[in-house]
């Protein structure tokens, strides 16, 4: 998987633009707010259609009411084009011309790498869930619509719960006990990889501490029935659906403890990576080509040795663009940035007018 251009219209702060991308390492540096981030934003939703901002306009310049990327990628020998059209809480996406939806992109087709990360660890559960389902949803296009439906029961159950509709709870149990089952079911399948690929990556990155990963489930497929039946009058009265895999935590504990309550900053940051590489190994595994591999800051919070697992995670992939407020060592091809724009060490990148298509 190649990203060999990225064109952006009106995307945050960055100018109309197509940039290039040779295969191997690109190294963007420069100050801070120059645009660097934005740019890795923009190659990543282009890449899979997937962005966590809240409110799409966000991504909108501001003063301008639509935006558009579009990533030319190259594949198994084929190039393709997927573009992006984004407007207030809309967003449109075409591959190849045609109008499609989220699942229909690659899904194995890039994993972004930020300091963010370490929210994962330090955050509340509801980020390691949403760690969690991101990867499974990209792994299975089942588990992403089972995920889909049982989040859409969920909703309409509490409204039911908050209406105090208890005669029609039997009808909402069932369809929540059978999806939260085969939710349950998934996870704990792909865990077993996926807590070996983390602890294997958390090894490689030097810590002394071994990573290990588990499910803190808050009911268990065979007592699930019985568990909503017991809650009944708490759920009633609070108007909420208390237990199912909405409510599960992924546990990570570094040695005996859990890393969210006694990981250093350091250490919490090393667990972040261990669990992107695990991500990107699985993806890997499961389409056959690694993505393309964004990372975001590469020296932030990292001690040196860290800094050189992350350099050469970046080399081992066909295709990485790395970004720093310094030179990113080993880079095929430099990028400056400066006020939105990217300029080639020695020559202007960009490939001038930008014409859209979408
Ligand atoms: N919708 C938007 N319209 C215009 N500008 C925006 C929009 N959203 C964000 N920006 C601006 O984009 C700028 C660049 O942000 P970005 O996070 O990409 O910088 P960066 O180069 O990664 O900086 P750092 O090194 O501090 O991480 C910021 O100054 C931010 O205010």
């Not at 003063?63 to 449109?92: P, T």
């Not at 501490?209 to 009265?237: F, I, W």
């Amino acid at each position: 998987m190649q990203l060999s251009a990225l064109s952006t219209l009106n995307y945050r702060n960055l100018a109309p633009d197509t940039l290039t991308f040779p295969a191997g390492v690109t190294g963007v540096f420069g100050e801070n707010g120059a645009g660097k981030t934005n740019l890795l934003e923009a190659a990543y939703l282009a890449l899979t259609g997937l962005t966590d901002v809240t409110r799409l306009e966000q991504l909108v310049q501001s003063g301008e009411r639509e935006a558009y990327v579009r990533a030319d990628v190259q594949q198994g020998g084929s190039l393709s084009i997927q573009e992006v059209g984004l407007g207030r809480g809309r967003r449109q996406l075409k591959v190849d011309g045609v109008r499609v939806r989220t699942g229909d992109l690659p899904r194995g087709s890039a994993v972004w790498i930020r300091p963010e990360d370490s929210e994962l660890v330090f955050g509340p559960p509801a980020g390691r869930r949403a760690y969690l389902d991101a990867l499974l949803s990209r792994l299975s296009a089942h588990y992403a619509q089972k995920l889909a439906r049982y989040e859409r029961t969920v909703s309409q159950r509490n409204a039911a719960l908050r209406a105090g509709e208890d005669w029609a709870m039997h009808v909402w149990d069932e369809a929540l006990v059978k999806l939260g089952t085969d939710i349950m079911l998934f996870r704990r399948r792909a865990l077993t990889r996926l807590a070996e690929l983390a602890s294997e990556a958390n090894a490689a990155l030097g810590s002394r501490k071994a990573l290990s990963l588990t499910l803190q489930e808050s009911t268990a497929p065979e007592t699930y029935g019985a568990d909503l039946t017991g809650r009944r009058a708490e759920e009633l009265a609070r108007g909420a659906t208390v237990t199912g895999p909405h409510r599960d935590d992924l546990v990570l504990r570094l040695g005996d403890f859990p890393a969210s309550e006694y990981a250093s900053r350091g250490e919490g940051r090393t667990v972040a990576l261990a669990l992107r590489r695990a991500e990107l190994e699985l993806l890997a595994e499961r389409f056959g080509e690694k993505p393309v591999l964004l990372i975001d800051d590469f020296s932030a919070e990292l001690d040196p040795g860290r800094r050189s697992f992350l350099l050469d995670l970046a080399a081992s992939v066909p295709q990485a663009i790395v970004t720093g407020t310094e030179r990113v060592p080993g880079s095929a091809l430099t990028l400056r940035a400066h006020s939105g724009r990217f300029t080639a060490e020695g020559q202007a990148v960009g490939a001038g007018t930008l014409e859209v298509t979408a």
